[in-house]
Each structure stands twice: as C-alpha cells, then as structure tokens.
C-alpha cells in the first residue's frame, strides 16, 4: 500500500460518513437544547475528569455523579463500576448527562502490540489501524469509550522515556500513523458500540524537551513547529480525531495547557477544530509551579482562556470557574463553547441513546493475537547478519537462550500496558521451546533483570553457550526503563550485560544478540561481538513467536527504522531530515575511532571523537534476501503547480526468498527562501516481492507536496531544483532532478 497525503482525504470521508451517522445539524440541535437546560454547576462539571471511581463505589461519589459534578473518569473503575455509574449519571441525575469512560489504550488493551516505536518499523499503517480497531473493541466491550492515542510527538532524542510512545522521528511518518490509528479507534462510525474516540496528544511540542528529561521546556521556532511538530496533529484534525490533549511542557516559555496562540489561534480559529480538549493529567495546576498562574484561580482562567475544554484530575475549573464567570473575567460564552464541544462528543459517540450496557469482559481471541504477531513481526528490524548467521536452520543442533529479557513477560510489553496480562504474553523462551522443543534449548538468564549488575550468573550462562550449536542472546532494557518519567542520560545497556556479551563472545559460538528496548540504544561495542543483531523493540504479547519465526526463518525480517540509532549518545539529537549546513562534513572525513580524539582537520561540521554519521540510519532494515532497485525514471524534468510528477524504479529480489521491502521516497529542494532538510521522506510502499521477482515501484508528487512554510508563515511551494530519490533508506537509493515552475 502506497501512502500519501492525499489518503487522508479517503479517511477523512470515512470520518465525516461517521460522524455523519447521526445528522449533525441533528446532534447541534440536542447539544443546544440540553445546554440551555443547565446550571452553571453542571456545566462545569462536564467540563471536570476524575480518577476516583473505585471499587466499590463510595457513597460520596455516587452522589457526586448524582448531582452531575464529573463529565468523565480516566482510568478508573471496573467493568461493573462503569456500567454502574452510567446508570446513576442517566438514570439519577437531573439531566441524565451519560459519563464518558476514558483510559490509555495505547497499543493494545488486553491484546498488547509492539509499543509504537516498534509499530511504526512496520511501515504498515493499515496493519496498525488494525491493531488499533482491536485494541477499540476490546475496550469497548469493557466500557471505556475514550482513549488517549494516537501520541503524535516527535522523538528526536532517545534520552527521552516517552519516545517508546512516538512514531519516531519523522513528521510525515506520524502523520499517516497517527491518521490511520484514529481511523482504527473510531472506526466506520463513531457511535457504533465499538468504536473509541481518539485523543491526538501531546498538543504540542513535548517531544522536544531539553536534554530528553521529561517534562520539560521546549523551545521551538514557529517555523520549525508549522513545519514539523504540529504536522501529526493537522493530519489527525485531518483525519477527524474526536479530542487533543494538551502537552505538559512550556512552549517557547508559555505552558502549552494555558497557551492562546497554540490552542485557540492555531487549533480553534486556524484549524477550526471543533473537538474537545483535554489538558494533561493536573496539567492545568502545573502551571502554577511553571511560575505561570498566581495560583489555581489564575491557572483555570489561563486555561480555559486558551481553549481547553476539560480538566484531568486537578479541580481548578470546579474549584474557581464559578467565582471566574461570577467576577466576569470568564464570559459564559467561552463556558459554553466548552460545554457544548463535550457534550457534541458524547451526542457523536451515541452516549445519550445507547442503552446501559451490562458489565463485560473482553477477551483475547486467535484473530487478536494472529494481528499481534503479525505486527510484532513486521516490526522486527535486523541490523547485523554477518555470516550470515541467520536464519538458524532447523537442523542446526541446540540453541542456548541467554538473557535477562528471554523470559520476562512484562518486559515483552512495554510502557503504557496497564490492561495487559504476564500470563497471556508469550516469550521468546516459550516460543522457541514450543517451535523446537525443550530438549534443544538451554536456558540461563544470566542476570535476574536488565539493571542486574551482578555476575552470580555468568558461569551456568557460559556453560549454556558452550553446549550449544548456536547462542541467542535477550539483551535491552527492561519495561520500566522507559515510558513516561523514564529518561536516561546512559543509553547502553544497563546492568552487566556488556560483561555478559564479552564472557558469551569467548566461547566463539555463533551468535545472536535480540534486543528489546523502548528506544534506540547505543550497543557498537555489543554488535561488533556477535554476528547479528535483531532489534525488538518491546513487541508485545505475541513478541516471542514474531521472534522465533524470524530466528528461525519462517518469516523473513522486514522492518526498518523511524529513528536513527546515534553511535554514541553525545551525537543526540542526530536525525536523517537535518539541514546542510554551510560546512557539511563529508564521506571522507569517516573513519574516526570512537571516543577517541583525533588530530582536528577540516573545519566541517563534525566531532574529532566519533564519525559525523549514525550507527543506523533512518529508514534502515536488512532482510534475509537482497533488493536491488534500477531503472529510476520521472515522467518529466518540469513540475507545474497543480500538476503531477511521476517517479518509479524497479525493484527487484535478488536473493532466493520471498520477502517484503519498503520503498522509500525521498526529495531535496536544493535552494529555497528557508534552508530545506536534506533529504525529506514523502512517500513509501512496502512490496512483497517473490524470490527474483521485480516490480516496478511508482510514486508521485504535487507541487502540494513540496510547500514549507516560508518565514511569514505561509505554506508555499517555490520554484527551483529539487533532488528527489527512490531509495531503501535515507542513505542511498537511486537519484534524479527536476524543476518545478
Ligand atoms: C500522560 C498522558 C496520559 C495521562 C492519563 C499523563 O501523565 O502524560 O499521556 O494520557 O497521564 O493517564
């Protein structure tokens, strides 16, 4: 499948049918109506989000929901908790106002998939929305009809924690990502019982955070923000997502939760965004430590003055809103506008008209995990196959598993996994024990976690290597090393595994490092001790089989990056789409050794202790077989604006196993009003090719595909020489030129 701008058109369609479903002018009508009949209390309880239903439900909450005081919870309550509340909130409240349930389903709910970082290697968008409409189903089923994804930040820096959560580094990449999981999310219909509303968060600029520490400052250029942050979310307002979610990082010095510019003149007034806006969780009373508000007074007029819609836990709009409109420094306009945006939501979700459904439990079934392996394994990327040593061959003799991550069931799920289970997650221990049997398989952990820096271990490890025929090495990071808060300043492998690849490397057996992360790691010294590395990200439930598959040869590695893996963390950030520079350092400048100096030469811009270059480049992946792309043809030297320019080569499996590529289309404006990346990525397909098989890969481009903003802001596309590159990752492939007029 060949992705595109331009498809957000097909899912927008398909989000206006759903949103259609019920008349709009139908759904205004009622919204207006129910507001009319509200209390200023009532009101601002819509616009109010908890935390607290618990089991069982206290007296006081009860009454709380009774008397219309929440407009919804988050992440609270059990199935029957759920359904219990909504028949007080419909049933013995004054207005019968349904509650809205909402919970971070972010890769999965029960079905667990790869976290996202490992989604996107699958270059697979309609894979993912497929894993997204399972993950709304099963949380559907349990009465949660909100959930806090797609996360549409840009990950440039691998300190950062929350970069598991990011489509990596590329804004067109989180584009149709983040488009095609709303699409998932909310379905054909969004109040069909089974779809979820989509919240595109963190609005905006949190991915930037200085150093990687989560949480905090950003500072970004409002050129740099059109032309790269805020592009995810333009395409998920695009793609008709119902709700945003404030960030909680000061932009540019203003708390983006009480930022006008961000939220009412870009979202509201630009966009014309007519969805809800939650802010972060106590987002809105951060900003008093931010040195932003006074107090919690100050901090709900800022918020609600920049447009946001809803309160996540802290209670500064219940707690002052009132007295706000009371003094007139809050107009009941602006209220209502709030009010009406929630209860549109809950009007398009059918909250008001479906019944009270009885309390269920969702189970996982054989479609969901089939989807679950199937993603785990296309999000699988090989960085090393010296040898090659893989595939291992079933008749290849006994297989040492060794590794702290082998058999850590958390771990295969990642961050952000509150509904997944240990005991449905299959490891790579069981997976491989299941695909070759016990008896072919030692198996010692060496380190009882990820951190473990003892070496107790090392000698039953090293006896495993040895009486194997081949070692299988489970290397990363644990699940808790990252997610939110999970910044590290140290991105090798943690504990004493450098120690552990070092013993396991003097046995000299063939071997195979797999390694789990939530981010890209540095390992340059690990990778030069064995001969392949598949990295793994943390894939989820079905991760084990995806693995064994993949080592075994049953399917065929095809994932790529989305983020460049540094060699060391001193190069971050580093990533592919970077500008020139007037001194750019070039290919035979390479060859420095790692962290240590060399004579200064050549004023370029480069270090004197490590190559200038990535240890992986974006978009990079090897397969088992190999590809060789020719015939690079554009249909024509010139582009017209409104025209089309076609661009194709032909892509050919050269080796003696069928396997899918992803095609990458990139392009270059070589002189522009503002400096433009070196390379952009604009397109891609992933191909399943035959063995020998060759296809002619198509792509094309508008002159819409070419605009940036200008430094008035404009989205423009200007005349001038363009590079542009059909190519398997952000490196190489084949290149040609044209003109546009
Ligand atoms: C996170 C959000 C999440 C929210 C609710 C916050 O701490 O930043 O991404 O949706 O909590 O759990």
Same mark, same amino acid.
């Given at each position: 499948?060949?992705?595109?701008?331009?498809?957000?058109?097909?899912?927008?369609?398909?989000?206006?049918?759903?949103?259609?479903?019920?008349?709009?002018?139908?759904?205004?009508?009622?919204?207006?109506?129910?507001?009319?009949?509200? #209390?200023?209390?009532?009101?601002?309880?819509?616009?109010?989000?908890?935390?607290?239903?618990?089991?069982?439900?206290?007296?006081?909450?009860? $009454?709380?929901?009774?008397?219309?005081?929440?407009?919804?919870?988050?992440?609270?309550?059990?199935?029957?908790?759920?359904?219990?509340?909504?028949?007080?909130?419909?049933?013995?409240?004054?207005?019968?106002?349904?509650?809205?349930?909402?919970?971070?389903?972010?890769?999965?709910?029960? !079905?667990?998939?790869?976290?996202?970082?490992?989604?996107?290697?699958?270059?697979?968008?309609?894979?993912?929305?497929?894993?997204?409409?399972?993950?709304?189903?099963?949380?559907?089923?349990?009465?949660?009809?909100?959930?806090?994804? +797609?996360?549409?930040?840009?990950?440039? $820096?691998?300190?950062?924690?929350?970069?598991?959560?990011?489509?990596?580094? $590329?804004?067109?990449?989180?584009?149709?990502?983040?488009?095609?999981?709303?699409?998932?999310?909310?379905?054909?219909?969004?109040?069909?019982?089974?779809?979820?509303?989509?919240?595109?968060?963190?609005?905006?600029?949190?991915?930037?955070?200085?150093?990687?520490?989560?949480?905090?400052?950003?500072?970004?250029?409002?050129?740099?923000?059109?032309?790269?942050?805020?592009? /995810? *979310?333009?395409?998920?307002?695009?793609?008709?997502?119902?709700?945003?979610?404030?960030?909680?990082?000061?932009?540019?010095?203003?708390?983006?939760?009480?930022?006008?510019?961000?939220?009412? %003149?870009?979202?509201?007034?630009?966009?014309?965004?007519?969805?809800?806006?939650?802010?972060?969780?106590?987002?809105?009373?951060?900003?008093?430590?931010?040195?932003?508000?006074?107090?919690?007074?100050?901090?709900?007029?800022?918020?609600?003055?920049?447009?946001?819609?809803?309160?996540?836990?802290?209670?500064?709009?219940?707690?002052?809103?009132?007295?706000?409109? %009371?003094?007139?420094?809050?107009?009941? #306009?602006?209220?209502?506008?709030?009010?009406?945006?929630?209860?549109?939501?809950?009007?398009?979700?059918?909250?008001?008209?479906?019944?009270?459904?009885?309390? @269920?439990?969702?189970?996982?079934?054989?479609?969901?995990?089939?989807?679950?392996?199937?993603?785990?394994?296309?999000?699988?990327?090989?960085?090393?196959?010296?040898?090659?040593?893989?595939?291992?061959?079933?008749?290849?003799?006994?297989?040492?598993?060794?590794?702290?991550?082998?058999?850590?069931?958390?771990?295969?799920?990642?961050?952000?996994?509150?509904?997944?289970?240990?005991?449905?997650?299959?490891? +790579?221990?069981?997976?491989?024990?299941?695909?070759?049997?016990?008896?072919?398989?030692?198996?010692?952990?060496?380190? &009882?976690?990820?951190?473990?820096?003892?070496?107790?271990? *090392?000698?039953?490890?090293?006896?495993?290597?040895?009486?194997?025929?081949?070692?299988?090495?489970?290397?990363?990071?644990?699940?808790?090393?990252?997610?939110?808060?999970?910044?590290?300043?140290?991105?090798?492998?943690?504990?004493?595994?450098?120690?552990?690849?070092?013993?396991?490397?003097?046995?000299?057996?063939? !071997?195979?490092?797999?390694?789990?992360?939530?981010?890209?790691? !540095? *390992?340059?010294?690990?990778?030069?001790?064995?001969?392949?590395?598949?990295?793994?990200?943390?894939?989820?439930?079905?991760?084990?089989?995806?693995?064994?598959?993949?080592?075994?040869?049953?399917?065929?590695?095809?994932? &790529?990056?989305?983020?460049?893996?540094?060699? #060391?963390?001193?190069?971050?950030?580093?990533?592919?789409?970077?500008?020139?520079?007037?001194?750019?350092?070039?290919?035979?400048?390479?060859?420095? /050794?790692?962290?240590?100096?060399?004579?200064?030469?050549?004023?370029?811009?480069?270090?004197?202790?490590?190559?200038?270059? /990535?240890?992986?480049?974006?978009?990079?992946?090897?397969?088992?077989?190999?590809?060789?792309?020719?015939?690079?043809?554009?249909?024509?030297?010139?582009?017209?604006?409104?025209?089309?320019? !076609?661009?194709?080569?032909?892509?050919?499996? #050269?080796?003696?196993?069928?396997?899918?590529?992803?095609?990458?289309?990139?392009?270059?404006?070589?002189?522009?009003?503002?400096?433009?990346?070196?390379?952009?990525?604009?397109?891609?397909?992933?191909?399943?090719?035959? @063995?020998?098989?060759?296809?002619?890969?198509?792509?094309?481009?508008?002159?819409?595909?070419?605009? *940036?903003?200008?430094?008035?802001?404009?989205?423009?596309?200007?005349?001038?020489?363009?590079?542009?590159?059909?190519?398997?990752?952000?490196?190489?492939?084949?290149?040609?030129?044209?003109?546009?007029?």
């Amino acid at each position: 499948m060949y992705f595109r701008i331009e498809h957000y058109a097909v899912l927008v369609a398909a989000m206006t049918v759903a949103q259609g479903a019920r008349p709009p002018e139908d759904i205004e009508r009622r919204v207006n109506a129910l507001l009319a009949r509200m #209390t200023l209390d009532e009101k601002i309880g819509q616009m109010s989000q908890s935390t607290s239903l618990k089991t069982p439900i206290s007296e006081q909450i009860r $009454d709380e929901i009774r008397r219309g005081r929440w407009g919804s919870f988050l992440n609270a309550g059990s199935p029957a908790d759920r359904a219990e509340a909504q028949r007080i909130a419909m049933k013995e409240s004054r207005l019968g106002i349904p509650l809205l349930f909402g919970r971070d389903v972010i890769h999965g709910y029960k !079905t667990i998939f790869p976290i996202p970082l490992g989604q996107a290697a699958s270059w697979d968008p309609e894979l993912v929305s497929l894993g997204a409409r399972i993950a709304a189903q099963e949380a559907a089923t349990e009465g949660i009809r909100w959930t806090f994804a +797609p996360m549409l930040d840009i990950g440039r $820096d691998p300190r950062w924690g929350r970069i598991a959560e990011t489509w990596g580094e $590329d804004p067109y990449l989180a584009s149709v990502f983040g488009a095609a999981m709303v699409q998932g999310f909310q379905g054909d219909s969004l109040d069909a019982s089974d779809s979820l509303a989509a919240c595109a968060k963190h609005y905006v600029g949190y991915g930037a955070a200085e150093g990687g520490r989560d949480y905090n400052s950003t500072w970004i250029p409002e050129i740099l923000l059109r032309q790269v942050y805020l592009k /995810p *979310f333009q395409a998920a307002r695009e793609a008709g997502v119902a709700s945003m979610m404030t960030a909680f990082n000061a932009l540019n010095g203003v708390p983006v939760t009480g930022d006008r510019f961000a939220v009412h %003149q870009i979202l509201r007034t630009e966009w014309k965004y007519d969805g809800v806006v939650v802010s972060d969780y106590e987002a809105i009373t951060d900003m008093i430590q931010h040195g932003y508000a006074r107090d919690a007074r100050d901090a709900a007029l800022k918020a609600v003055r920049a447009g946001v819609d809803m309160e996540m836990v802290s209670t500064a709009y219940f707690d002052h809103l009132k007295s706000l409109v %009371q003094a007139g420094q809050v107009s009941s #306009t602006t209220i209502d506008d709030a009010v009406r945006r929630i209860l549109r939501l809950k009007f398009r979700l059918g909250l008001f008209d479906a019944p009270i459904a009885a309390p @269920a439990t969702a189970s996982i079934t054989e479609e969901s995990r089939e989807a679950a392996r199937r993603l785990a394994t296309e999000s699988l990327v090989l960085l090393k196959n010296a040898g090659p040593v893989l595939p291992i061959v079933g008749s290849a003799g006994k297989m040492a598993v060794i590794g702290p991550l082998a058999d850590s069931p958390v771990d295969q799920m990642g961050t952000w996994a509150m509904d997944g289970r240990a005991e449905d997650v299959q490891t +790579p221990l069981s997976a491989l024990r299941a695909a070759l049997g016990r008896d072919r398989i030692v198996y010692a952990p060496a380190l &009882k976690s990820s951190r473990d820096l003892s070496r107790e271990g *090392f000698q039953q490890a090293v006896k495993a290597a040895r009486s194997a025929n081949t070692v299988l090495l489970f290397l990363g990071e644990e699940q808790l090393l990252s997610g939110e808060a999970r910044s590290r300043a140290f991105l090798d492998l943690p504990g004493a595994q450098e120690q552990l690849v070092e013993e396991i490397a003097k046995v000299g057996k063939p !071997t195979v490092a797999i390694i789990l992360a939530g981010r890209p790691l !540095t *390992f340059h010294d690990v990778a030069a001790k064995v001969g392949a590395v598949l990295y793994a990200w943390h894939p989820g439930l079905m991760g084990g089989p995806a693995i064994a598959d993949v080592l075994l040869g049953k399917a065929t590695p095809s994932g &790529k990056l989305t983020i460049t893996f540094p060699r #060391t963390v001193g190069q971050v950030p580093i990533y592919y789409a970077h500008l020139n520079t007037g001194r750019p350092a070039a290919a035979n400048e390479l060859g420095i /050794p790692m962290g240590n100096p060399v004579n200064p030469a050549g004023y370029t811009s480069k270090y004197v202790d490590v190559d200038f270059t /990535p240890e992986y480049p974006f978009g990079f992946g090897l397969s088992y077989t190999t590809f060789a792309y020719s015939d690079f043809r554009i249909s024509g030297p010139v582009l017209h604006a409104g025209e089309r320019l !076609t661009v194709s080569a032909n892509v050919a499996n #050269t080796g003696t196993r069928a396997a899918d590529e992803i095609v990458q289309l990139y392009i270059r404006d070589l002189a522009a009003s503002v400096s433009q990346p070196v390379k952009e990525l604009k397109g891609f397909q992933r191909v399943h090719l035959a @063995a020998g098989e060759a296809r002619n890969v198509t792509f094309s481009l508008t002159s819409a595909d070419l605009a *940036f903003y200008n430094q008035r802001m404009q989205l423009v596309t200007e005349p001038g020489r363009f590079q542009v590159w059909i190519a398997p990752d952000s490196t190489g492939g084949l290149r040609g030129e044209f003109t546009v007029r």
